[in-house]
């Protein structure tokens, strides 16, 4: 039996449309974050580049070009942006820590108020050690750069610059001077998180919104494929009248009625079948139960040619015991078929006694002259109720075709326990071939097509199966590890009527 998946079709349904959101959500954020986080930093280091260029205009003209502590602190302080004082430096010497902050900017009456700063926040002083040193070098060099860093566990941009002094009539050369601006970046940081925030809740609503649509269209998906689950499991019971309802147009629709058309074309088949069968059963019974008066009356003939076999010329003679046998034949083949019928038309009945079945199997070998031949273990007191006249047949199927088709020694050995008894039938020949233990107790099926027919009608071991069958116990065959055919013929100690009640 094909092992069912781990995950149902609703589940892997969900599962997709879950993930191709997360994934879409995520890569649509994730853009959206990249481009507008770049674009806040962007703008920030922009405008805090030009604001650093504007303040620095008022430094010219240099009014010393080799600058003093004071000076140094004059251009830090018109230099500086926010509540991180700037640096300038010259040729080692740096303005002082702690240079006094500018005078708020003057705002106009719809400008926003400006952000409280905190004491804490007023005691930073930016040291030389905080700026990287790639960022120095590249302003000792005569260039303006800047770089994001982290300081004091706050993003900060720190901005380096080289003055220069141009004269008229003179090349533009440095003057030795950086200046180095520190501006927080937690008002940007703030704005990046919370804009990471929205894009989370809008990825956990879209999410959800996904699931509730593929809750929805797995509900409108599986419905039909339950109906047509349901259904196949019916047909296959042998529900044969079993329909689906056909909705829409989809190819949902299309599997519906294509079920459909296939189920209403199987019940006519088999609707056929049976009907072919029933007659077939019923001209087997009718022929069976009209060969009987005719076979009597050619019995008694025959019995009566057989006593007179011995006294007859040599070819009448043997012509005569030939005619008394075939008739024999003809008489157990119709018994047969009148037998399998009463199995078909479900009127065969138990007439249950209880027995000792070592002395059942002792009678059985002993009336038809196999208890030389056939070696037995059967354990005494072991006693069940069960038909006699049935187990007998049984038996006797069994042991005759181990003696004509198997190879001695036939064995019949008895075992038992509280509920159940087993009768195990080996012979020590070739035993069965593969192909034909399937089929070994399939009606009129005979393991060697050139067996004459006078060897059996290929019914006995079929009505042992159904008499075995009768009294809700099992027949089974294999092939024994050393050599030999093993019939196993399991019954119940117990045995009770086709109802289910003792009979």
Not at 47 to 63: H, K, N, T, W
Not at 390 to 418: E, F, K, T, Y
Not at 479 to 496: E, I, K, Q
Request: charged share 25%; net charge neutral.
């Amino acid at each position: 039996m094909t092992p069912r998946p781990i995950l149902g079709l609703r589940a892997r349904l969900l599962f997709a449309f879950a993930l191709l959101c997360v994934v879409t959500a995520a890569a649509v954020a994730g853009g959206i974050y990249v481009q507008a986080r770049n674009d806040i930093l962007q703008r920030t280091q922009d405008a805090a580049v030009q604001a650093m260029r504007s303040r620095l205009e008022a430094v010219f003209p240099l009014r010393n070009p080799a600058p003093g502590p004071a000076e140094l602190d004059e251009i830090a302080r018109i230099a500086t942006d926010g509540d991180i004082p700037a640096i300038a430096v010259y040729h080692g010497t740096r303005s002082r820590a702690g240079v006094p902050l500018p005078p708020p900017e003057r705002r106009s009456p719809g400008d926003p108020p400006p952000e409280p700063r905190s004491p804490g926040r007023k005691a930073r002083v930016l040291e030389l050690g905080a700026i990287p040193p790639e960022l120095r070098r590249m302003v000792a060099g005569g260039d303006i750069a800047w770089q994001r860093v982290v300081w004091r566990d706050e993003p900060v941009l720190i901005i380096g610059t080289p003055l220069l002094i141009t004269e008229r009539d003179r090349a533009t050369r440095m003057s030795g001077i950086e200046v180095y601006v520190a501006r927080s970046l937690l008002p940007e940081q703030r704005s990046i998180d919370g804009l990471a925030a929205r894009a989370w809740l809008i990825g956990g609503a879209v999410l959800a919104f996904a699931v509730v649509l593929a809750l929805l269209a797995t509900r409108g998906v599986l419905r039909p494929v339950r109906e047509l689950g349901r259904a196949a499991r019916l047909l296959g019971e042998g529900e044969l009248r079993t329909r689906i309802a056909v909705r829409g147009s989809d190819e949902l629709a299309d599997v519906a009625r294509t079920f459909n058309d296939t189920a209403e074309e199987l019940e006519r088949h088999v609707r056929q079948l049976r009907e072919m069968e029933a007659d077939a059963r019923r001209f087997v019974a009718d022929v069976s139960h009209e060969l009987r008066t005719p076979l009597a009356a050619l019995t008694a003939v025959a019995d009566v040619l057989d006593e007179e076999a011995d006294r007859l010329p040599e070819p009448v003679g043997r012509a005569a015991r030939l005619v008394s046998q075939e008739t024999l034949n003809l008489t157990g083949l119709v018994n047969d078929l009148i037998e399998i019928s009463r199995f078909d038309s479900g009127v065969a009945a138990l007439a249950l006694n209880e027995v000792d079945v070592a002395e059942l199997v002792r009678a059985t070998l002993r009336a038809r002259g196999w208890t030389e031949p056939v070696h037995t273990e059967l354990p005494p007191a072991v006693t069940a109720r069960l038909d006699p006249r049935r187990v007998d047949v049984i038996l006797a199927n069994l042991v005759g075709n181990a003696l004509r088709h198997g190879g001695p020694p036939v064995s019949v050995r008895l075992s038992a326990d509280p509920h159940w008894i087993a009768l195990e039938v080996r012979d020590h020949g070739p035993g069965l071939d593969e192909a034909v233990l399937p089929h070994v107790f399939d009606r009129f099926y005979k393991a060697s097509a050139a067996r004459a027919r006078s060897e059996g009608s290929g019914l006995g071991l079929a009505i042992a199966r159904e008499n075995a069958r009768l009294h809700r116990g099992g027949l089974t065959v294999a092939n024994a590890p050393d050599g030999g055919a093993v019939f196993t013929l399991r019954l119940p100690r117990r045995a009770h009527g086709p109802d289910g009640g003792p009979e």
